[in-house]
């Protein structure tokens, strides 16, 4: 494939974006669509008029993940000290891990440099044609691709492979799990000495909290007051889905508070977001899932974990494979 053909990337996070990477350094045509408005996935920043909020990826650390892949690993390493020289990340002490600047989805910004990427776009459907594949959705690119790489979460994968049964059952196996999570920011700061928590820090058993980042801390985060990041445990979010998001908001905040055995204090923003597909119950095993003969592939990080470093490692080693190396 290499220096020939055209490709189509489903996604714009980690694995998306590596995949997209080596296949156009190796001079194959790509075109990346996502349905979010920004690139990074869940690698996210969210503004507000309070702020922005990193409110995915807490930190990238290159001893996450698919270690055993040593040299996609390698590469990964190296990517987040290029980031870090281009200005686009910081390593920060706190969670001992590489932040974007100016927010977290910006580490992403040198993978996609010189890409071809429309946002704000969501591929509802696939069609293969004698002369390849048609993407299906309101303003997808008019083109016929003779790849389609799907790098999105396995049940969105699992939807859009409808048609073939054969893939589709390739990663059928692979499962995500739901974290709700709840930004909120104070007009004054906590008398809390970390800006990183981890859930066994917290006071008393069963804290609906997995981890609470004090994200106004990081650097390069000149906004005023003090924000924190909240993510709920998998088990509670499973419990607590299908509720409102200022009401797990609202309990996510409380909870924090009680945890740590403050006072409450009245948040000047607060708001909830639920990462319906926020991290990996169980890993495909496999870097990738694809159909050579047909020219459909999948990755992403569940293929491997949920890190970053997973993502990365199975967006590369499809595209070393779509290459032939």
């Given at each position: ?86 200005g686009a990340a910081v390593f920060w002490p706190a969670a001992q891990g590489w932040i974007g600047l100016p927010g977290m ?90 800006d990183v928590f981890r859930r066994d820090a917290f006071h008393g058993e069963g804290t609906p909290i997995a981890q609470a ?39 996510l905040l409380a909870a924090f508070f009680d945890s740590f055995g403050l006072d409450p204090v009245a948040p000047i923003w ?56």
């Amino acid at each position: 494939m290499a220096g020939t053909g055209t490709a189509a990337i489903i996604g714009a996070g980690m694995a998306g974006l590596a995949c997209a990477r080596v296949l156009v350094d190796a001079g194959v045509d790509v075109s990346v669509i996502d349905k979010g408005r920004a690139l990074g996935g869940r690698i996210a920043t969210r503004s507000s008029a309070f702020g922005a909020f990193d409110h995915g990826a807490v930190a990238l650390s290159a001893t996450d993940g698919a270690c055993e892949h040593a040299p996609y690993t390698a590469c990964y390493a190296r990517y987040l000290e290029v980031a870090g020289a281009q200005g686009a990340a910081v390593f920060w002490p706190a969670a001992q891990g590489w932040i974007g600047l100016p927010g977290m989805s910006g580490i992403v910004n040198p993978l996609a440099q010189g890409l071809t990427v429309k946002v704000a776009t969501e591929v509802t459907g696939l069609a293969q044609t004698a002369q390849g594949w048609t993407l299906q959705g309101d303003g997808v690119p008019e083109a016929v691709f003779d790849q389609v790489i799907l790098a999105i979460p396995q049940p969105q994968a699992f939807s859009l492979l409808q048609a073939l049964p054969d893939l589709q059952h390739a990663i059928g196996a692979a499962r995500m799990r739901a974290v709700w999570t709840a930004m909120v920011r104070f007009d004054q700061g906590l008398p809390l000495q970390a800006d990183v928590f981890r859930r066994d820090a917290f006071h008393g058993e069963g804290t609906p909290i997995a981890q609470a980042i004090r994200t106004s801390a990081k650097p390069g985060r000149g906004d005023r007051g003090e924000a924190w990041v909240l993510h709920a445990a998998t088990d509670w979010t499973a419990a607590h889905l299908d509720l409102d998001k200022p009401v797990a908001a609202d309990l996510l905040l409380a909870a924090f508070f009680d945890s740590f055995g403050l006072d409450p204090v009245a948040p000047i923003w607060l708001e909830g977001h639920r990462w319906r597909y926020g991290l990996t119950e169980q890993a495909l095993g496999s870097p990738f899932a694809r159909d050579a003969q047909r020219g459909l592939a999948v990755c992403g990080d569940w293929c491997l974990g949920e890190s970053a470093c997973d993502a990365f490692v199975s967006g590369s080693a499809l595209a070393a494979a779509l290459l032939g190396q």
